[in-house]
């Protein structure tokens, strides 16, 4: 079955960028029937998708509005695994932050979590 | 783009049944049939409960039940059990500007 293993750092400091990674076993990145999404979970802000990026015979990008011009999601296909990255960052960024994937259930419905990672940032 | 209201909580004895609403708009919930739910206790990961409005995952227990009218959507669990004490999230497909959106979250105490 999919499984997805996140990895990174749980502190950044103010203004730096915060990067994180998901690993993928079971599927892959490049698969033609998959996305590959971010979203993150804060006491103030509640659940928030921040984006996705998926393959179908090139890759595109969808990032959410709030986030959009400090947010990269960049696939790996040598690692089989994908990437976020947010720039500029401020207290308003921690949170706890997950990838998932939609399974067998349309594209809007996460059946399949990393375990999350608990970011905060801090000077 | 705004966040999908939720009550804060809501509750039930044993055996009841407790309905928790989702209120979006005509460009959210209103607009597509792509409301899901999602259940979390602390420390873990949603899990999804329901999916395209009324539709249940494998492995997803027939007490959960999904609808919508209008621009609200409803979770409602019937013959509540001590392990259905958990925070419930609504989401919603919100167009190819903006994708996506989570509610407020409703916190189900069984008394």
């Known amino acids: 079955q999919v499984q997805l293993q996140q990895s990174g750092p749980g502190l950044v400091k103010p203004s730096q960028t915060l990067s994180l990674t998901c690993a993928i076993s079971?599927?892959?990145?490049?698969?033609?029937?998959?996305?590959w999404n971010w979203i993150r979970q804060s006491p103030s802000r509640g659940l928030e998708w921040l984006g996705r990026t998926y393959y179908r015979s090139k890759w595109y990008y969808d990032y959410a509005v709030s986030v959009k011009g400090r947010i990269t999601i960049n696939p790996d296909t040598s690692k089989n695994q994908f990437s976020l990255q947010l720039n500029s960052v401020t207290p308003e960024d921690t949170a706890v932050y997950y990838c998932?994937?939609?399974?067998?259930?349309?594209?809007?419905?996460?059946?399949?979590w990393g375990q999350g990672t608990m970011v905060t940032v801090s000077s | 783009q705004s966040a999908l209201t939720q009550p804060p909580s809501a509750s039930g004895s044993p055996g009841q049944s407790v309905t928790i609403s989702c209120t979006g708009t005509s460009s959210d919930v209103g607009g597509y049939n792509y409301v899901s739910w999602y259940q979390q206790h602390p420390g873990k990961a949603p899990k999804l409960m329901i999916y395209?409005?009324?539709k249940r995952p494998s492995g997803v227990p027939d007490r959960f039940s999904g609808s919508k009218s209008g621009n609200t959507a409803s979770l409602t669990v019937s013959g509540l059990q001590a392990e259905d004490e958990a925070d419930y999230y609504c989401n919603s497909y919100a167009g190819s500007n903006n994708f996506d959106v989570f509610g407020t979250g409703t916190k189900v105490t069984v008394l």
């Open positions: 395209e409005v009324s």
């Open positions: 079971g599927d892959s990145v490049s698969s033609n029937s998959a996305t």
């Open positions: 998932a994937r939609p399974g067998s259930y349309g594209y809007w419905a996460f059946d399949i």
